[in-house]
């Protein structure tokens, strides 16, 4: 299937609540141009280095995403332009955010990464220590960083069941932190399990492959 086609085919299954961020990793600046001229106005990377190799030669009007890891020694290289950063996993990286932010006189949304799968992630953080995070800083105003959100990915497997449950522990807990204070994002669901991610409550979804085909890692 031709990018237009596969494009198309993921739009017409989402509802119109739910934002889609495609996942451009490793994928060249032409297939994510023509994607944009589809209509496509939000892209999410995940290494620092290849977002900024690509952001520059890219429409500015894109809103970019990241969704790897961040260390906080790279979080000033993206701070200028960065939209949102879908994946804080330390308070550190949150003050880091803010303060490099402040220099642009930017306001970055973050998301708060958790871990959701059963299978061993290496990153994101656990549910306790996000609670903690959240609340911790309930009442402070960062004047150059706001939590909008959560973000989880489920294990890598074909037990839907698992899928579903990973899923709905996250959106138990946006829907609990929801209740301190509003969030408007719950960034779940790839190409793979997307339709169970929405199913369970997610408004933002990350596809990569279902629109620009298989990666070829080097
Ligand atoms: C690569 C990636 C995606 C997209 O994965 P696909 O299976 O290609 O849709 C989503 N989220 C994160 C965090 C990723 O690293």
Redesign the pocket.
């Known amino acids: 299937m031709s990018l237009q086609e596969n494009y198309k085919n993921i739009k017409n299954q989402l509802p119109e609540n739910v934002q889609l961020?495609a996942?451009s990793?490793t994928h060249p600046t032409e297939a994510i141009q023509e994607v944009y001229d589809f209509g496509q106005k939000v892209f999410?990377e995940?290494k620092v280095q290849e977002l900024l190799e690509k952001q520059p030669i890219l429409p500015k009007d894109i809103q970019w995403h990241l969704?790897?890891h961040l260390q906080t020694n790279k979080v000033k290289y993206i701070a200028e332009f960065i939209d949102t950063i879908?994946?804080v996993d330390s308070e550190k990286l949150l003050l880091e955010i803010n303060k490099e932010s402040g220099k642009h006189h930017r306001k970055i949304k973050v998301l708060l990464?958790i871990k959701i799968a059963e299978e061993d992630s290496k990153f994101g953080l656990e549910i306790d220590e996000a609670k903690d995070l959240f609340q911790k800083y309930i009442n402070v105003e960062f004047p150059n960083v706001e939590i909008t959100g959560l973000?989880g990915?489920a294990t890598f497997t074909d037990n839907k069941t698992q899928v579903r449950n990973e899923f709905l522990k996250l959106k138990t807990i946006f829907d609990e932190l929801n209740q301190l204070k509003s969030l408007e994002t719950l960034?779940m669901?790839?190409?793979?399990?997307?339709p169970i991610a929405i199913e369970c409550g997610a408004n933002s979804v990350?596809?990569?492959?279902?629109?620009?085909g298989?990666?070829n890692y080097i």
């Open positions: 961020v996942v990793k999410g995940n969704i790897g879908q994946s990464q973000m990915m960034s669901g790839m190409s793979d399990d997307f990350r596809v990569g492959s279902a629109i620009f298989s990666r």
